[in-house]
């Protein structure tokens, strides 16, 4: 029956839409009217109104009040979607501003004298403006007026000029900052959650074991990596474009012919472009810099782009009259004092300590009341000039409410949608189709492409996207990142501009072109742009690189970044060792040899023998490293005759998996049914069909399976014991060292405790006991901060504990003491003749190491093993066999 109702679902979904009714509206209506009917339905038919929805209903959602509002439908809070609203008015700003008007002038003269000149500006300013505006309609509308006479008038075929101006400003879909990257992101973070989920349950089921090796889990997303992800196939898109054209210009040189400058290619010319350029150019590094550099997050930068359009277009509505660039010199002057002062001084106003800190402090203060002035003033500027600054708050106030209610009513629609088994019914769809991960992605993928010649870009995105994310996401086989499936969904979705009958960009341009421009004309050229794009996603598709490495690459540089021993990166930082030790192995085992006649007699027993035993070790870990490898060799070769077999019985397991969910089903129907309705002994006798259908699919499954799994099984489990056993010896032959080397470089703090101990049994025998604890915990965290000094902090706090309970002895506290300053004398002889005589050797040793058996007790990756990494984690590693 809920399939029934599912089915209502999409026809009022689709019906509302097809009549013209606002998308804001429709999906939440056709969403209630259906639960509405539904509730109904089964109030009166089985006496309860979740009767007939797969999971939950209208009962248990209203029993679980605000909370599960927040928790089903939408998180308010999410502050991934602050970033809408201040992009929105930074591109609604830029374009009242004329930015696009200039940059679209300046680039024809520029690029005009070379064959397809006036249609590669177009797109370099297409793509200048989706850094900046990001406003698809504004830019097709500025570049429709603009350029498209220009290019009529100078020969350029209607449909090529018209094609190119439509696809260019597209291109603000794609290229960050985006609207549509940002809803993507937040779509995809929820995803990814719901696709862990999904793939723990099966690590579960498959396997049996409770938990999930962290490097198997679905990798999220977030805007921020969303907009570097995007960046370069944004980039990859308008090479295409560009390249296009100048095919076209020199295939067919009518379609496109070369226009000449009239002017002179002289000084003023070049100041006017530097001019042009520089002000999009600074905006578009300062955004995007700013996030790629890790200083600032999405909504921070959405901040500074909201700024910087507001402070350009203070100049640029007051163009020509005295005074116009004052505001941009106060602030470009306030944000290099800004920069100075944080670079000098300590500017935390908590902590001012000293003078210098208060003039810090102080210049501070001055820097941002100049930066706040800078804005101010060009706000009443773009205020008082045609009353810029009101419309662009109305129209960023239009757009985000349009949005934000858009997502609302999706994220209802999305809850209908699972309450009525659609999630479902989707999901055993896809899996049940052949050919794994990438046929079900090719048949989202070309059921996005058709929806967009009927949907826009955010109904697609909020509808479509929480539905087949999390089963694409969880997919095992192809192991694909958030990040990488958020770009591939965003340069589909940019053709829905494109795409006839609904393609908005045409119908943006249709408003502004002249009645010689025939509207097959437009659809006609927009065709080889639309087949451009394709081949972008098809690029993109196959070298998931160009998305995952930028993000990866500033996460893995940042002050932040995951430390080398993050169970994530496993895998990547031993290829990175292998490699190392590929090249340097020899060097490392005579190193390793040499360290071991290093005469150690000065250091206690203790410690000289844990650091022998380190520098056997590396010979261990080396020979143990080859067997790691090996192993690894054994499951690749495993791995081609057991992959068809493993996807065999896995898409029978599914199956099966499928018609117990549909039995389950159908006892829960029963259930709601009275005892002695006809209804149950129908739907018992397709219970009965089911399991038989069940039974006949686990019957194909091979006789050998089980004996080829185990045998599999033990061989993968060979190759992460060798690397586990690997990285132990690793550990152990490093990390040793490394302690008794910081114990060794401590040496000039531990001297200079001496007083302060040696003083302590004079202070606790001539003070009230008391008085005499505070001192002593003060010596104890000072040893403790001290490396080797355990055994002194150890007696000092016994001694504090003696003066400090309720029958303070001094005697036991002074006996404590007693063997602390024993315990610091024995070691302030060792430690004076071993800091001389073996610290530099030991030096020497980790030096060496440092980038192979201790890579994983590092901090931080260095920068050539950030971007090692970086690469590694950049591909899509199949896990689908460890499931």
């Known amino acids: 029956m809920e399939l029934y109702f599912l089915l209502l679902l999409v026809i009022l979904m689709a019906a509302a839409l097809g009549s013209g009714f606002p998308v804001a509206f429709a999906l939440p209506g056709a969403s209630i009217i259906t639960i509405a009917i539904a509730a109904g339905t089964g109030y009166l038919f089985s006496g309860a109104t979740d009767a007939y929805f797969s999971q939950g209903g209208p009962s248990q959602w209203l029993s679980a009040g605000v909370t599960n509002l927040r928790g089903v439908y939408w998180e308010a809070e999410r502050d991934t979607l602050i970033a809408i609203p201040l992009f929105i008015f930074m591109g609604i700003m830029l374009q009242r501003s004329k930015i696009a008007e200039d940059l679209l002038i300046t680039m024809a003269n520029l690029f005009g004298p070379i064959p397809g000149g006036l249609g590669i500006s177009v797109v370099f300013v297409g793509a200048l403006l989706a850094a900046t505006t990001g406003i698809v309609g504004a830019t097709v509308v500025a570049m429709g007026l603009i350029s498209l006479p220009a290019m009529m008038r100078n020969g350029y075929s209607n449909s090529l000029a018209t094609g190119t101006i439509a696809a260019s400003g597209t291109l603000g879909q794609i290229i960050p900052p985006s609207i549509v990257l940002i809803i993507l992101a937040d779509q995809l973070s929820s995803a990814a959650d719901q696709a862990g989920t999904l793939r723990k349950a099966l690590y579960k089921t498959t396997t049996g074991e409770l938990s999930m090796p962290s490097s198997f889990d679905v990798v999220s997303t977030s805007a921020g990596e969303m907009f570097l992800g995007a960046l370069v196939p944004g980039l990859v898109l308008v090479g295409l474009y560009m390249a296009y054209i100048m095919v076209v210009a020199v295939l067919r040189p009518k379609m496109a012919p070369p226009v000449l400058y009239k002017g002179k290619y002289d000084t003023a010319f070049a100041f006017n472009v530097f001019m042009t350029l520089v002000p999009p150019l600074a905006l578009i590094f300062l955004v995007l810099g700013s996030i790629i550099g890790g200083i600032a997050t999405v909504n921070q930068a959405g901040a500074i782009g909201a700024a910087g359009a507001l402070v350009m277009a203070g100049y640029r509505l007051n163009e020509g009259k005295k005074g116009t660039y004052l505001p941009v010199i106060l602030a470009l002057a306030s944000l290099a004092m800004i920069y100075l002062v944080m670079s000098n001084f300590n500017t935390n106003i908590k902590n001012i300590k000293n003078t210098s800190d208060m003039i810090g402090v102080s210049l501070a203060i001055i820097a941002s009341l100049g930066l706040i002035t800078a804005l101010v003033w060009s706000a009443i500027r773009a205020f008082k000039v045609e009353d810029t600054l009101r ?302 259908d069940k039974d006949m699919l686990l019957a194909q499954i091979p006789s050998n399976w089980e004996d080829e799994h185990n045998a599999y099984q033990q061989i993968s489990k060979a190759e992460t014991k060798a690397y586990s056993v690997f990285r132990r010896l690793s550990q152990q032959s490093y990390a040793p060292v490394m302690e008794t080397l910081d114990i060794l470089n401590s040496g000039e703090a531990y001297r200079a405790l001496q007083d302060e101990l040696m003083a302590s049994k004079d202070m606790v025998a001539n003070t009230a006991p008391i008085d005499a604890v505070e001192p002593l915990a003060d010596l104890a965290g000072k040893f403790s901060d001290v490396a080797g000094a355990g055994g002194v902090k150890s007696a000092i706090s016994k001694a504090r504990r003696a003066v400090k309970s309720k029958t303070p002895d001094k005697e036991k506290a002074q006996a404590q003491l007693d063997k602390a300053i024993a315990l610091y004398n024995e070691q302030l002889e060792w430690r004076a003749n071993a800091e001389a005589e073996i610290a530099p050797k030991l030096e020497s040793y980790v030096a060496n190491m440092r980038t192979t058996m201790g890579l994983r007790e590092q901090r931080k990756f260095t920068r050539e093993q950030a971007l090692f990494v970086a690469s590694c984690t950049s591909y899509h590693r199949d896990v689908s066999l460890n499931f």
Request: hydrophobic share 50%.
């Open 391 to 692: 419309s662009v708050m109305r129209e960023t106030a239009k757009a985000t409410s349009l949005v934000f209610i858009i997502l609302l009513g999706a994220a209802i629609l999305t809850a209908a949608f699972r309450a009525f088994g659609g999630e479902h019914l989707v999901k055993d769809f896809l899996e049940g189709l052949p050919g794994g991960f990438w046929f079900k992605f090719i048949i989202v993928m070309s059921v996005i492409f058709f929806m967009g010649f009927f949907l826009d870009f955010i109904e697609i995105a909020v509808v479509v996207v929480p539905i087949v994310a999390p089963i694409l996401l969880a997919d095992p086989g192809a192991n694909v990142t958030a990040v990488w499936l958020g770009v591939m969904i965003g340069l589909n979705i940019q053709t829905s501009f494109l795409t006839p009958p609904f393609g908005f960009a045409l119908f943006y341009l249709r408003g502004v072109a002249p009645a010689a421009v025939k509207t097959m004309q437009m659809y006609k050229g927009v065709v080889p742009f639309i087949g451009l794009q394709l081949i972008a996603l098809v690029i993109v598709g196959n070298t998931p690189q160009l998305v995952n490495y930028l993000p990866n690459r500033v996460s893995l540089l940042s002050d932040n970044a995951p430390p080398p021993r993050n169970p994530k990166l496993g895998y990547c930082v031993d290829k990175f060792i292998s490699k190392e030790i590929a090249a340097n192995g020899a060097d490392l085992l005579a190193i390793g040899e040499a360290a071991g006649e290093m005469d150690l007699s000065i250091l206690p027993d203790d410690f000289a023998n844990a650091t022998l035993d380190s520098f056997d070790n590396v010979a261990k870990a080396l020979a143990q490293l080859k067997l790691a490898e090996k192993a690894a060799e054994d499951v690749q070769t495993a791995s081609v005759g057991y992959r068809p077999l493993h996807q065999h019985v896995r898409m029978l397991e599914r199956d099966a998996a499928s018609i117990d969910r549909a039995i389950e089903t159908l006892e829960d129907r029963i259930n709601d049914l009275p005892e002695d309705s006809p209804k149950a002994a129908v739907l018992n006798g397709k219970i009965v069909n089911l399991t038989a």
